[in-house]
């Protein structure tokens, strides 16, 4: 079991850490790090239209109890400048050569729903770079009803507007008490941050990025068993945005995977059971190397008290 140890006073926090940048390929890349440099550092690659801000604080500095944690904004989005490709390969080599520019040889990577698929193109184009891999609410390029995302986005940001809501209440919680009650907690803990808050995505990123999504739907499928580092996959039970099929497909095709699916919960399912998953993400990432298993495994979690 992974253990955890409190910070002392004084140790930065997803909510006073400073962005920092680095240049890399003619880019400036905006970035955030926290816990103790050494080891192999997680590196997290974040959703459609989101910046910096927009990673749940508990998941951030959960995390970094345990391990060097870098979160930042890819080519093009927030604080980053250039212009995001609409291709979901080329994010994948921006992200590789963020990464390298900070003189990384070896990452594990946490990747949430467009960043999940930017994950993959990263452990298939350059799978040195990767040693344990976290593939949450996201599904494998080529998936079945993926290229709908922008009708579904649309609707999502009609209901937003007329209730006045960010959007995320409709896409990554289910509309019951609980998961109302959720996407409140997890709004209040975005908004824990108030001193140097990233910048807004632009409507350049939130186009191109999602016709990148769009045409990892139509794709054709990728070879997920050239994957052959550890990968634990997490979804919530009923996700809008990428069904929870796709989850487990994802994790069939990758040798060496497992899954696990949160219940009552849709897209947003890490953020709703954070205090599951941080402990299960710390203790996969403390399992050590790359050494295969022999076949997938699949879990569920049951009702928390």
Do not use: C
């Amino acid at each position: 079991m992974a253990t955890h140890h409190d910070a002392p006073p004084n140790t930065p926090t997803w909510k006073t850490v400073r962005t920092k940048t680095v240049h890399a390929n003619g880019v400036n890349y905006a970035y955030r790090e926290l816990g103790t440099p050494g080891g192999v550092p997680v590196v997290f690659l974040h959703h459609f239209a989101a910046v910096l801000d927009d990673w749940d604080p508990r998941i951030i500095d959960g995390i970094a109890e345990n391990h060097h944690v870098i979160a930042f904004d890819n080519r093009g989005v927030g604080a980053t400048d250039t212009a995001v490709p609409a291709d979901l390969e080329k994010m994948g080599q921006d992200a590789a050569a963020f990464i390298r520019a900070l003189g990384h040889g070896t990452v594990d990577l946490i990747g949430f729903s467009l960043g999940g698929a930017v994950a993959q193109m990263i452990a298939l184009h350059d799978p040195t770079l990767v040693r344990r891999m976290v593939l949450a609410g996201t599904g494998p390029r080529g998936a079945g009803g993926v290229d709908q995302m922008g009708k579904i986005v649309g609707f999502a940001y009609l209901k937003a507007a007329l209730a006045r809501k960010d959007a995320r209440h409709f896409l990554f919680f289910p509309r019951t008490d609980e998961g109302k009650s959720a996407a409140d907690d997890y709004f209040a803990r975005l908004a824990e941050r108030t001193v140097d808050r990233d910048t807004r995505i632009s409507m350049q990123a939130r186009v191109a990025q999602l016709k990148a999504i769009v045409g990892g739907g139509k794709a054709a499928p990728d070879d997920l068993a050239r994957i052959t580092q550890p990968v634990f996959v997490a979804n919530g039970d009923n996700d809008l945005m990428v069904a929870s099929d796709h989850s487990a497909d994802l994790a069939r095709r990758i040798p060496n995977s497992k899954l696990t699916i949160y219940p009552r919960s849709g897209h947003g399912g890490i953020f709703q059971h954070h205090q599951d998953f941080v402990p299960a993400v710390l203790d996969f990432l403390a399992a050590g190397g790359s050494t295969p298993v022999p076949t997938p495994s699949t879990s569920a979690t049951g009702d928390q008290p």
